[in-house]
């Protein structure tokens, strides 16, 4: 089995413990970075630290004795940010949900990056962790005292779109009401898609599959096939496949994808909404990618003792399988 996750100018290797570096690649090329990993509420888990169990959780207090840029155990709501080259020095930035943490992301990896705006963003789902950063969306835009700006394109189903309405009447607003005073908040073009595998869209020059998928049962999420020469699956919140959305990316279905991201949030056991890890390796072992990262763990995983694991499951299994973590930055030939 091939031991990285291997591109043109770069890749993402395994170390002897079965761990994940990244390795440098041109700036030419583009790239997935991991804004995020973590579950709704995060990790360290606040309850963890302001009411200690006993033993206390020993994953919750190493997440905080190490700066979070050093600390693979320190995570924030799942997003992911591609960063997309055309090939001619212009790169366009793409986000994928934002979440709670997005100001702390922003403030961590886009300077650290040096990312200097989003172009589009696309959202999965209408959830807390999914989209309560919306209002910091102007932090990355350019100034403008009275919002006199191309404001930033957003694709979601009209299910979200109603739901955010409700939540943010003041960033759906398209005029002002007579005598309301201009106040500087995010510009958004807010832009419907459908739940339907068959209704690709365009935006920064990349298609976009919608991968419907159940998160709950009572609740449908989407997650992304992306990618013109390498196939990217990003789907972060599911418990189930509809047998439609599983056949897109699975090497017996429609293709191999290179690059399959999901969502697993407890080690052990099933949950309603999740998939957890069982369950994460088994739809991997049938979807069967290239290579699989996992995210929206909780406080449950530790990243490199995990990862340990995951790198004997991918030696028996012949797929090469690690959680990501926050700052994690892939590159690809997109």
Not at 11 to 39: H, P
Not at 77 to 99: C, K, M, R
């Amino acid at each position: 089995m091939e031991g990285g996750l291997a591109t043109n100018n770069g890749s993402i290797s395994e170390t002897q413990n079965g761990s994940l570096c990244d390795v440098s690649c041109e700036d030419s090329q583009s790239a997935l970075l991991f804004l995020g990993t973590g579950c709704s509420s995060a990790v360290p888990n606040a309850r963890c630290l302001l009411q200690p169990s006993y033993p206390p959780c020993e994953l919750c207090h190493k997440a905080v004795l190490t700066p979070p840029e050093l600390n693979p155990d320190y995570r924030c709501n799942t997003s992911l940010l591609i960063d997309y080259s055309h090939g001619s020095g212009e790169h366009s930035y793409i986000l994928i949900d934002v979440g709670k943490t997005f100001r702390e992301q922003v403030l961590r990896w886009f300077t650290r990056f040096k990312i200097p705006r989003v172009d589009s963003i696309i959202l999965t789902h209408e959830h807390a962790d999914a989209i309560l950063g919306l209002d910091d969306i102007r932090a990355v835009q350019p100034f403008s005292p009275t919002n006199d700006i191309e404001p930033t394109p957003i694709f979601l189903t009209q299910f979200a779109m109603d739901s955010i309405a409700m939540k943010f009447p003041y960033l759906v607003q398209k005029k002002l009401k007579q005598g309301q005073e201009v106040r500087r908040v995010a510009q958004l073009d807010w832009r419907i898609i459908e739940s339907h595998c068959e209704k690709p869209f365009m935006t920064s020059g990349l298609e976009f599959i919608p991968l419907p998928v159940m998160h709950g049962e009572d609740y449908v999420s989407l997650g992304f096939l992306f990618g013109k020469r390498s196939k990217v699956a990003y789907i972060s919140d599911v418990s189930r496949f509809p047998e439609s959305t599983e056949y897109v990316i699975s090497k017996a279905g429609a293709r191999q994808v290179d690059l399959l991201i999901l969502d697993t949030l407890y080690k052990k056991g099933t949950h309603n909404t999740h998939l957890c890890l069982p369950g994460t390796l088994d739809a991997v072992k049938r979807i069967c990618p290239k290579r699989a990262l996992f995210v929206g763990m909780t406080h449950e995983f530790d990243h490199e003792q995990d990862n340990k694991y995951l790198a004997e499951w991918s030696q028996r299994e012949g797929i090469w399988v690690q959680l990501a973590h926050d700052g994690l930055r892939v590159p690809l030939d997109l």
